[in-house]
């Protein structure tokens, strides 16, 4: 189980006039996740939804507030946890000069893959992702929706517990993104916990078990897609949440 407790993290920056101003990205994010979830970070750009992600997979350290992953913490036990978990965001960027099996050759040795199922490893990988046509052509020449498929592809070849995705779908054309979000729920089947952070509530409603509203840094609604949409007297997940903030104007 993922256990996230008042998680906070604070940044400065300074105005036209050289001013120090502070301001929380995530203020006093709380939530756990058990095995086999699909659990949503919801919200618009500028939510606090990235920042929240990289806390949770060790990329950034919180200003304060503590990350759990089955008894384990970030303090004690970094190698440990980074060895359960994948971490995807939208913009990764990943070495376009070699091919596709060449990366997940790569990854699988950087992550200590038994050299006996390296190869089956790639192979399976390769077919859950539907990546046989390209796996041996140069990243540079594929689409976006192929290096996507790719950037995923290399955070499988551990088998990792935990999967944390950061827009994964973002400016994936219909087949791209449908592949994804098969392939999402898969491997919610075979009992993975999986962070998905979007913009796109339609998705969320489609494979989401739970459903973390932020807004500003700050959790404004949390429950199933069932639960938001009654909550709010609303029919869909986009709608609950102009609901919930009092429509677009509040945004500015």
């Known amino acids: 189980m993922l256990k996230v407790k008042d998680l906070k993290k604070k940044f400065i920056t300074y105005d036209k006039n050289k001013k120090k101003k502070e301001?929380?990205?995530?203020?006093?994010?709380?939530?756990?996740?058990?095995?086999?979830?699909?659990?949503?970070?919801?919200?618009?750009?500028?939510?606090g939804k990235t920042t929240l992600l990289r806390m949770i997979a060790g990329i950034l350290e919180p200003t304060s507030g503590s990350i759990d992953y089955d008894g384990l913490t970030f303090e004690k036990n970094e190698i440990e946890i980074k060895k359960k978990i994948a971490y995807l965001s939208g913009n990764t960027k990943i070495y376009n000069t070699i091919t596709s099996y060449e990366l997940l050759k790569m990854c699988c040795e950087l992550y200590d893959v038994p050299k006996k199922i390296k190869e089956s490893r790639?192979?399976?990988?390769?077919?859950?992702?539907?990546?046989?046509?390209?796996?041996?052509?140069k990243i540079e020449?594929?689409?976006?929706?192929?290096?996507?498929?790719?950037?995923?592809?290399?955070?499988?070849?551990?088998?990792?517990?935990?999967?944390?995705?950061?827009?994964?779908?973002?400016?994936?054309?219909?087949?791209?993104?449908?592949?994804?979000?098969?392939?999402?729920?898969?491997?919610?089947?075979?009992g993975k916990t999986i962070l998905y952070s979007t913009h796109y509530m339609e998705e969320a409603e489609n494979i989401c078990d739970y459903c973390i509203m932020i807004n500003k840094g700050?959790?404004?609604?949390?429950?199933?897609?069932?639960?938001?949409?009654?909550?709010?007297?609303?029919?869909?997940?986009?709608?609950?949440?102009?609901?919930?903030?009092?429509?677009?104007?509040?945004e500015k």
């Open 23 to 47: 301001f929380y990205a995530d203020n006093g994010i709380t939530f756990e996740v058990g095995k086999g979830q699909i659990i949503g970070i919801l919200g618009p750009n500028g939510a």
């Open 122 to 137: 790639i192979k399976e990988i390769t077919k859950i992702l539907n990546m046989e046509e390209f796996l041996h052509n």
């Open 141 to 190: 020449n594929l689409s976006t929706g192929q290096t996507q498929r790719v950037n995923i592809a290399r955070c499988l070849v551990h088998d990792p517990e935990y999967y944390i995705l950061d827009e994964a779908t973002s400016g994936l054309d219909i087949l791209s993104s449908q592949i994804i979000l098969d392939f999402i729920k898969k491997e919610k089947e075979r």
């Open 218 to 250: 700050k959790i404004i609604e949390e429950g199933s897609p069932k639960d938001i949409r009654k909550n709010t007297k609303t029919t869909n997940l986009r709608d609950a949440f102009f609901s919930l903030i009092g429509g677009t104007q509040n």
